[in-house]
């Protein structure tokens, strides 16, 4: 039998080469760093983490929550490795962004199944089963043969990083330690503003020098990850609704709420860095430093990382894919990650997971069973595969994807209970039954390389 082809270890990557490894499935897992670097990885590790360092929030019966339940229902690698690494973020589940993206690099490097190639891949074979997870950083020579491939072009939009900045270089004078709305610890570092201090900031930051657009380049961002100056352009107050929003995160020195707040997450295990929670931008540098620094406490700020914006490369999913993330027209050929038009880490991983399944199964001689739709799986697949083709955007995973109830609702909290009450059914049957043997990873490890070798 021959192997899955799996193109990029990314967090999508990663997670398809460990479901096709843990159900007998050969794999050859490509991935071009350090052969060839991208302008926004900084290691050659598998599954970095590029912009923040947080898997969003693990507060039972939220959205991200239930896809990440399901996730690790189904044996996820990078779940179990996340849950590990992790760094205080109140209800959100971030971690060590080194520690994670190292530890995934070692499990994926020890499994006898799985054959890593460093090597970039320019030519798709129409014959060979293969899964495309190169990421929003797709390679020029790849892109082209997936547009070929796809028989249109590409989409694309921007995508964000936000600034590190070193611990030891804040100002915890002129900070205080919050939680918005005291929901969980008190782990993030709060920057407050007055409104002299915030119109200072708004003028300097409207007035700063942006990296200058090259001629491929159209800045078609993706929404919910503006940068701070396009936000900014919308007007003077867009800035306290959007990421430095006081709501909820009463200074404890004062007893009331800042004019505006800015907020530190940490960054990794040592607490010896923070990133500037939402403050990705498309300034040049030495305008990051001066702009930054006039938020109080980083006004001596050491940055380990300014923002960032990067190209993000994903296809016309509704008008491509199957629900079970196989080319309409070539089904041997999957697409997973961000590419194939979620947003998102945790989404990212989902869809790597899924298509690591469908995969195994069609090597296996099986056919591919898509998740049910009530599920936050089959909900997000079914928006890639199902959304309007001519105006396609990314989605990450939230509860208007997910069908309505059959009875209505009006407690909000009681609907979404009910929601992932349900869906968390429907994904057990999935497993149980949906698959076949190899939903039970476990009990059919060998299985399929025993058919291969009859």
């Known amino acids: 039998m021959s192997p899955v082809r799996i193109i990029g270890a990314g967090l999508a990557g990663s ?70 690494c992790v760094v205080p973020a109140g209800h959100a589940l971030a971690v060590d962004r080194v520690t994670f993206a190292r530890k995934v690099t070692e499990a994926i490097s020890r499994e006898p199944l799985i054959t890593i190639r460093r090597e970039e891949v320019t030519r798709i074979h129409e014959d060979e089963l293969t899964i495309i997870a190169t990421g929003p950083l797709t390679s020029d020579a790849l892109s082209q043969e997936i ?33 918005r709305y005291d929901r969980g610890t008190a782990d993030y570092i709060n920057c407050p503003l007055t409104k002299e201090e915030y119109d200072h900031f708004y003028d300097a930051l409207l007035s700063a020098e942006s990296v200058e657009e090259r001629d491929w380049e159209k800045l078609n961002y993706f929404e919910s990850c503006l ?38 997450r940490q960054e990794n295990l040592r607490a010896d860095s923070y990133n500037l929670v939402g403050f990705q931008n498309h300034l040049k540098f030495g305008e990051q430093s001066r702009v930054l620094r006039l938020i109080p406490g980083l006004e001596n700020a050491r940055f380990l990382r300014y923002g960032q914006i990067h190209r993000n490369t994903y296809i016309n999913g509704p008008a491509l894919l199957r629900e079970t993330l196989q080319m309409k027209h070539h089904p041997r050929i999957f697409f997973a990650g961000q590419i194939c038009g979620v947003e998102g880490y945790v989404e990212s991983i989902a869809t790597g997971l899924m298509a690591g399944v469908h995969a195994a199964a069609l090597a296996c001689g099986s056919d591919p069973v898509a998740v049910p739709r009530a599920t936050a799986f089959g909900s997000l ?68 390389r025993r058919r291969a070798n009859l």
Request: charged share 25%; with cysteine.
């Open 15 to 84: 997670e398809a080469a460990w479901q096709c490894a843990r159900r007998g499935v050969l794999v050859e897992l490509w991935e071009m760093r350090p052969v060839r670097p991208t302008p926004a990885h900084q290691t050659d590790h598998f599954a970095e983490l590029v912009c923040s360092n947080s898997l969003k929030s693990d507060t039972e019966n939220t959205a991200p929550w239930l896809l990440k339940e399901e996730m690790r229902r189904a044996g996820s690698l990078l779940m179990e490795i996340a849950g590990v």
């Open 147 to 179: 547009a070929h491939l796809s028989g249109s072009t590409h989409l694309y939009f921007h995508d964000s990083i936000s600034p590190i900045v070193e611990a030891d270089s804040i100002d915890m004078s002129k900070v205080y330690m919050a939680a």
């Open 227 to 264: 940068p701070i100056e396009e936000i900014a352009r919308r007007g003077r107050d867009t800035l306290r609704f959007g990421p430095m929003k006081p709501v909820g995160l009463k200074d404890p020195r004062t007893g009331r709420q800042p004019y505006a707040v800015v907020q530190l």
């Open 381 to 448: 697949v079914h928006y890639v595969t199902h959304a309007g083709a001519d105006n396609f955007q990314p989605a990450n995973i939230t509860f208007d994807l997910l069908p309505p109830l059959e009875a209505r609702v009006r407690d909000r909290q009681q609907r979404r209970r009910l929601q992932c009450k349900l869906a968390l059914e429907e994904f057990q049957g999935w497993l149980d039954v949906g698959t076949g043997a190899l939903a039970r990873p476990g009990r059919a490890k060998l299985g399929c």
